[in-house]
């Protein structure tokens, strides 16, 4: 199974960084799509954190996960 998440990255009013997950975006990704909807997350002020609010973007990523699950209950060979 195969999964992919877009994680975005923002420093917040004490300096920590706070990460927000989007399962399966949208593909393909687009960056200036992605810079101007973060900046739009910080400016409107809808999320905030134990260290405060969001402050500016750091970064954001496209994780892609690759899981093989080997049931191991059964009598199998």
Known sequence: MTKTTLELRFQNTSGGT?????????????????????????SLGVFTSMGGDLVRPVEA??????????DMTGSGV
């Open 18 to 42: 706070v990460r927000l997950a989007v399962p399966d975006p949208k593909q393909p990704i687009d960056e200036a799509a992605v810079r101007a909807a973060m900046n739009q997350l910080v």
């Open 61 to 70: 990523r496209l994780v892609t996960t690759t899981q093989d699950v080997w």
